[in-house]
């Protein structure tokens, strides 16, 4: 700033020095003025817009501080019920020797058994049970369970049905001719 006064006098010190007329100097300076007045206007003018202008981004960015604020609590609560560790899964239970229906909390998967409360049986549980049972090549309990129950003697017919549906595609085979 003291350098921008330094300039500024030396210029005034060279009108003086240059312009003999005294009406000629006098006028010289008062344009002078009126320029250097026009240019500290023009510059409090961008200094004032520029000092809205950074009012405006400070409210826009508290604003948007706020925003981040609000979301990032969000996210840690959304964070905090997906990874939360809980100690125990509730797992509803139904007894294959009595039909009773528990709800049992289980602290882990690693347990292969729990105790019916009902008939105190010990039931067997299975945590990785597929409904596809391809890959044991009917080895398993499931698969053997299935071969039990479609040989055991309530699927099967009495000889008397078979016959009458042996009779019943005749039947429907003399209609078609």
Same mark, same amino acid.
């Given at each position: 700033m003291s350098d921008i006064k330094g300039k500024y006098k030396k210029i005034l010190d060279d009108l003086e020095?240059? %312009?003999k007329n005294p009406e000629d100097l006098i006028y010289t300076?008062?344009?002078?003025?009126?320029?250097?007045? %026009?240019f500290m206007d023009i510059i409090d003018r961008l200094t004032a817009l520029t000092d809205a202008r950074i009012k405006e981004i400070e409210?826009?960015?508290e604003e948007i501080n706020?925003? %981040?604020?609000?979301?990032?609590?969000?996210?840690?609560e959304i964070e905090g019920d997906i990874y939360e560790e809980d100690d125990g899964y509730e797992f509803e239970i139904v007894c294959p020797y009595c039909n009773y229906e528990f709800t049992t909390d289980m602290a882990d998967e690693e347990r292969d058994e729990i105790k019916c409360p009902n008939c105190n049986n010990i039931i067997e549980l299975d945590w990785n049970q597929e409904d596809d049972c391809s890959a044991c090549a009917g080895n398993c309990s499931h698969c053997?369970?299935?071969?039990?129950?479609?040989?055991?003697?309530?699927?099967?017919?009495?000889?008397k049905e078979e016959k009458q549906e042996k009779q019943d595609e005749n039947n429907e085979d003399d209609e078609d001719m």
């Open positions: 020095n240059n %312009i300076k008062e344009k002078f003025m009126e320029l250097t007045l %026009i409210e826009r960015q706020s925003r %981040i604020s609000s979301v990032q609590s969000m996210v840690d053997y369970e299935d071969e039990v129950a479609e040989e055991s003697s309530e699927y099967k017919t009495s000889g």
